[in-house]
């Protein structure tokens, strides 16, 4: 079975960074790895994605401050995130899919979440 495990998540201020990690296992790759954030009552949205070829797409809110990356076995995704501002408050999730894509539903599998709080 496919599992995926957040870390990172935590206070900090503006203007400050921090980097979220997801180790994935129980998956047949290629597989893409992507993060969500869900805002403060609002739906989830699509953050940043990147495929087994290492090609990256990132949503125009976080576009110049986040960046994706994955380790070389292409199990472990991360997201740097710099310049952090309020708005980006959310719980983050990582997902994993057939497809590099910003919706939600073209994803099969789902970390628990990791909040991350700027203040």
């Known amino acids: 079975d496919v599992q995926l495990v957040e870390s990172g998540g935590g206070s900090v201020q503006a203007g400050g960074s921090r980097r979220l990690s997801c180790v994935a296992s129980?998956?047949?790759?290629?597989?893409?790895m992507a993060w969500f954030r869900r805002l403060p009552g609002q739906e989830r949205e699509g953050v940043a994605a990147?495929?087994?070829?290492?090609?990256?797409n990132y949503a125009d809110s976080v576009k110049g401050r986040f960046t994706i990356s994955q380790d070389n076995a292409k199990t472990t995704a991360y997201l740097q995130m710099d310049n952090l501002k309020p708005e980006d408050t959310a719980i983050y999730y990582c997902?994993?899919?057939?497809?590099?894509?910003?919706?939600?539903?073209?994803?099969?599998?789902w970390g628990q979440g990791t909040q991350v709080t700027v203040s």
């Open positions: 997902a994993v899919g057939e497809f590099c894509s910003p919706s939600w539903w073209e994803y099969t599998n």
């Open positions: 129980g998956y047949t790759l290629p597989m893409y």
């Open positions: 990147i495929g087994g070829d290492g090609r990256t």
